[in-house]
């Protein structure tokens, strides 16, 4: 399994997602301020693994507060949240789990014979949890989603919702990942994704050190890739997981993509000067244009 980012006693370290598939290096998160500056720079990306680095990054902040009192931590959870919260406004996971880090936070804080540690270790180990819950939940939703591929496949992919997406095994790649594991021939069509190329970059990378056959294609061939009589499976990345849908037969894992569909198309006529002439309206008398029915 791909380790996208882990919870370590030096803090939080992330695979550099911006230099792959050329380099694989990572980079320790010691502050939840370094935290909240990966999540910017899109060293880290994803909802799933967006979230629980939030989650993480508040439980950094919190084990290096200098809080002496319990209601004095709770300000400064806030304060961590505010920071994280600013990062990347559009993701939800983001917020979700901030505010579930926030909540948990004043449980523990309300629990009779809590102290200023034991709030800091429950919210390490509520961030752990986060991210155990999330490897899960793929692989569950990989076991699910491998039952509806045949066993000769080829699957279409967009943008990245594997592994590093996530905390390690992936929403659509996860799928995939689990066809090969119980036995399934799957060869994988990776769009482009441009701007930031998340297909050339990421998901080809996933697969092919996974050892799954990966082909990248442009975008404009995606439809020409996936139509009859051909079956593809293509999977979108979102934050709530993956669909597909099949067509008649299996895509020979063995033959090349198709080339590019030509479409030939007749000529239009050539536009006469008088077509281009302001058709005339037609003259409506003031007798008929005043008329009354009865």
Known sequence: MIPTLEWTSEGVRFLDQTRLPLEETYVLAKTYQDVADIITTMVVRGAPAIGVSAAMGVALGA????????????????VIGKVLAATRPTAVNLFWAIERMRRHAAELAAAPGATVASVKQGLIAEAERMYNEDIAACRALGAFGAELLPQKAGVLTHCNAGALATCGYGTALGVI??????????????????????????????MMKDGIPTTVIRPSLSARTASPPTAMWPTRSAPTGWRCWRRSTAFPSTSPPPGPLSISQPKPAPISPSSSARPKKSRTTRANSSRRIT
């Open 177 to 206: 990942r689990a066809a090969v594991e119980s036995g399934r021939k799957i060869e994988v069509y990776a769009d482009e994704t441009r701007p930031f190329l998340q297909g050339a970059r990421l998901t080809a990378w996933e």
């Open 63 to 78: 084990r290096h507060s200098t809080a002496t009192t319990l209601p004095a931590l709770l300000a400064e959870v806030r």
